[in-house]
T-cell receptor, first 111, second 112 residues
């Protein structure tokens, strides 16, 4: 059973906002939504996480629906260096961090 | 050095060799992880250490043997591997009970 559903690929023009959706309809009440990305041949990089409120940091914004069954990661001004595979994953806030990545979304930023 | 470092970055070994992967974190974290990432599979959690005690072992074959001598260092000892063990092996660390994990660059392992 897939924990998350993400589109396999998306394109974005450089300088525009990239909006990456994720469906996590089976998320439990104490699980956070985490987003990571992985640039080719590198280790995954933490981006942002949230429980139920929208979150923003220097990298991105995270919008979580009120029912918490889906979320959207927003890169406000995408650059070529944002080309990567983006993963969302529900994870318990008090567990030992059992990250389980699905197939993710390949985001390609074009000049 | 900052963050999480892994050595070597690339390793080619025969099925009869014994080798070790090393991970070091400079973040003051107290939990460390080994993951395997194959070309055709999502990220797979292998081992979790918390406060230098192994707390998770996800049915990993005994030819993979982890060691955590202190909270900053993690090793993965390899022996009699199979070609299907070829993958990117990633180390990560986090503060206990948090999921914000910081990953190293990985070791690309090829078993001939």
């Amino acid at each position: 059973d897939a924990k998350t559903t993400q589109p396999p690929s998306m394109d974005c023009a450089e300088g525009r906002a990239a909006n990456l959706p994720c469906n996590h309809s089976t998320i439990s009440g104490n699980e956070y939504v985490y987003w990571y990305r992985q640039i080719h041949s590198q280790g995954p990089q933490y981006i942002i996480h949230g429980l139920k409120n929208n979150e923003t940091n220097e990298m991105a914004s995270l919008i979580i629906t009120e029912d918490r069954k889906s979320s959207t990661l927003i890169l406000p001004h995408a650059t070529l260096r944002d080309t990567a595979v983006y993963y969302c994953t529900p994870a318990g806030g008090t567990s030992y961090g059992k990250l389980t990545f699905g197939q993710g979304t390949i985001l390609t930023v074009h000049p | 050095e900052t963050g999480v470092t892994q050595t070597p970055r690339h390793l080619v070994m025969g099925m009869t060799n014994k080798k070790s992967l090393k991970c070091e974190q400079h973040l003051g974290h107290n939990a460390m992880y080994w993951y395997k990432q194959s070309a055709k599979k999502p990220l797979e959690l292998m081992f979790v250490y918390s406060l230098e005690e192994r707390v998770e072992n996800n049915s990993v074959p005994s030819r993979f043997s982890p060691e955590c001598p202190n909270s900053s260092h993690l090793f993965l000892h390899l022996h009699t591997l199979q070609p299907e063990d070829s993958a990117l092996y990633l180390c990560a660390s986090s503060q206990l009970a948090y999921n914000e994990q910081f990953f190293g660059p990985g070791t690309r392992l090829t078993v001939l």
